[in-house]
């Protein structure tokens, strides 16, 4: 069992907007993604972080959001490199559209998760699994985790005892924040 988690994915940043995948490049937030991280700390206000630790990925728009949603919650931020985002390989930077698959492919990331597991010379899904469960095995106690939308789906797929083929049925989404504790996890809402 792991210890509590607050697991936060970065707002949205120009790349998202345009459809584009990041993966271990990086873009900034727009303003949207800027209000998406303020709207974080709003909800991490009210809940109990004593305790708590802070860690974030590296790379600069989880970084960024980390900066914004934990604005006067946790004098400082870690970094740690395993919660970076599963690399993407040779689609680094391009559009959606732009991928060359056996079918047509949907914009929305939901809908494309299986690309990020098949992306040449990307991480995949065994490798990322790896990665997530050695950082969830190093917690020391109660985490608040800023992360990426492949890499906080891994982490509560492990943190559920769920199996890989399960990662499609967790749900994602930008600026939101995931509370997991005792094998349950809920999402946090303004006014929940």
Same mark, same amino acid.
């Not at 991490?44 to 728009?61: T, Y």
């Not at 597991?117 to 990307?122: D, E, I, K, M």
């Given at each position: 069992m792991y210890p509590p988690l607050y697991i936060l994915r970065h707002g949205q940043t120009e790349w998202n907007a345009a459809h584009r995948i990041q993966g271990g490049l990086d873009s900034p937030l727009t303003e949207v993604g800027r209000a998406q991280a303020r709207a974080q700390r709003e909800l991490?206000?009210?809940?109990?972080? @004593?305790?708590? *630790? @802070?860690?974030?990925?590296? *790379?600069?728009?989880a970084? *960024?959001? @980390?900066?914004?949603?934990?604005?006067?919650?946790?004098?400082?931020i870690d970094t740690d490199a395993r919660l970076a985002e599963?690399?993407?390989g040779d689609?680094?930077?391009? @559009?959606r559209t732009e991928l060359t698959v056996d079918r047509v492919v949907d914009e929305s990331e939901e809908s494309a998760l299986d690309l990020y597991?098949?992306?040449?010379?990307?991480e995949g899904f065994v490798a990322l699994h790896a990665r997530c469960k050695a950082f969830l095995d190093s917690l020391q106690g109660p985490s608040v985790l800023v992360t990426h939308g492949i890499t906080s789906r891994m982490l509560r797929l492990i943190a559920l005892d769920q199996d890989i083929c399960e990662i499609?049925?967790?749900?994602?989404? *930008?600026?939101?924040?995931y509370h997991l504790?005792?094998?349950r996890m809920r999402q946090l809402a303004i006014g929940a």
């Open positions: 991490l206000a009210g809940c109990d972080l @004593a305790g708590f *630790q @802070a860690l974030s990925s590296p *790379q600069g728009r970084f *960024q959001t @980390a900066a914004i949603a934990l604005d006067g919650l946790f004098g400082r599963i690399g993407v689609w680094e930077g391009l @559009a597991n098949r992306a040449p010379g990307g499609g049925m967790l749900p994602g989404g *930008q600026g939101v924040i504790e005792h094998g």
